[in-house]
Nanobody, 117 residues
Framework: QVQLVESGGGLVQPGGSLRLACSAS???????????INWFRQAPGQQREFVAR???????TYADSLKGRFTISRDNAKKTVYLQMNNLKPEDTAAYYC????????WGQGTQVTVSS
């Protein structure tokens, strides 16, 4: 059973940075390298929204509003995908989830990011 576990969330002041990690288990390295991994986020009372994705080839896509501040990367040897978030704003406050579709949809449990002074 594939499991995705997010980490790295926390409380940060506006303008600060965080790096989130999404670690996969229950999947071989070979299989992990073949799949796109996505980050989504969901603020209280809001719908879950797309943040970024990275393909098996390392191609990246970002939500338009986040370009230039967020960077997604992957370390296949560690079966981990990272989301570097810079110049954080209060509106970035949300639970952040990673997602992969590997024969079926898999979601992590989420990690909370709170941007507040």
């Amino acid at each position: 059973q594939v499991q995705l576990v997010e980490s790295g969330g926390g409380l940060v002041q506006p303008g600060g940075s965080l790096r989130l990690a999404c670690s996969a288990s229950g999947i071989t390295l070979d299989l992990f390298t073949r799949y796109t991994i996505n980050w989504f986020r969901q603020a209280p009372g809001q719908q879950r929204e797309f943040v970024a994705r990275i393909t098996e080839e390392g191609d990246t896509t970002y939500a338009d509003s986040l370009k230039g501040r967020f960077t997604i990367s992957r370390d296949n040897a560690k079966k981990t995908v990272y989301l570097q978030m810079n110049n954080l704003k209060p509106e970035d406050t949300a639970a952040y989830y990673c997602h992969a579709r590997i024969f079926q949809n898999y979601w992590g449990q989420g990690t909370q990011v709170t941007v507040s002074s």
